[in-house]
Each structure stands twice: as structure tokens, then as C-alpha cells.
């Protein structure tokens, strides 16, 4: 069992910057992949970005391509989503989430195991 705690949502404003971090509070993230959805209000769960177990490969969603970027760090059990040049179509409830089935599927929310609690996002214009 994995217990996953997202932080650093918040307000921005246009063109500015967030950071979320992805913790385990429990069980270990490295042996799978890890991705961000977001989720806005009356909308589907979308995805954002995903990052290989090892880390050396990353993928984006079309909308955040060239402005976030994913991370992780394995000896902090963690993962990151820097998020610049904000825009407010960003705006949403933001999800990290870990999965360990098919690589190909990683755009699929089906695809993941864990899911944290979510944090939002606002991004005033």
C-alpha cells in the first residue's frame, strides 16, 4: 500500500510559477512510474505529464508541453511538477499518481495503481 501526499498549489497569476511535490507517506514510489492528471470543475481527469520508473524518460500532455516539467528523486521518495508560464485554462485540481502497468497506457488513468488527494491549482487572469 502506497499513501501519496501532493503539496504547493495555490493562487497565480498569469505567467507565473508553481512547484508540486509528490510525497509517499507510506511504501516507496521507485518502483513505479509516476504522473500528474489534473481535474477541473465539471470536466474529466486529464493528463498532464509522466516520468519513467528509472527517470529518463518524461512525456507531456499537448496543453503543458514546453512549460511544465516532471521530476522525481529516488532518495527522497518523491516527485515534482514545476509548472511555468501558467495560464488560467491550468487551472484545476492537480493529481500525482503511480502506477506499475503498461508504459503505453500512461495517459490512461485506468493505467495507475495510487492516487494522492489532489491539490489546486488557481490561475487568475
Known amino acids: 500500500q502506497v499513501q501519496l501526499v501532493e503539496s504547493g498549489g495555490g493562487l497565480v497569476q498569469a505567467g507565473g510559477s508553481l512547484r508540486l511535490s509528490c510525497a509517499a507517506s507510506?511504501?516507496?514510489?521507485?518502483?513505479?512510474?509516476m504522473a500528474w492528471f489534473r481535474q477541473a470543475p465539471g470536466k474529466e481527469r486529464d493528463f498532464v505529464a509522466a516520468?519513467?520508473?528509472?527517470?529518463?524518460?518524461?512525456y507531456y500532455g499537448g496543453t503543458v508541453k514546453g512549460r511544465f516539467t516532471i521530476s522525481r528523486d529516488h532518495a527522497q521518495n518523491s516527485g515534482a511538477l514545476q509548472m511555468d508560464n501558467l495560464k488560467p485554462e491550468d487551472t484545476a485540481v492537480y493529481y500525482c499518481?503511480?502506477?506499475?502497468?503498461?508504459?503505453?497506457?500512461?495517459?490512461?488513468?485506468?493505467?495507475?495503481?495510487?492516487w494522492g488527494q489532489g491539490t489546486q491549482v488557481t490561475v487568475s487572469s
Open positions: 507510506e511504501g516507496t514510489l521507485n518502483i513505479y512510474y
Open positions: 499518481t503511480i502506477g506499475s502497468g503498461r508504459w503505453s497506457k500512461k495517459e490512461q488513468p485506468t493505467a495507475y495503481d495510487y
Open positions: 516520468i519513467s520508473m528509472a527517470g529518463g524518460t518524461t
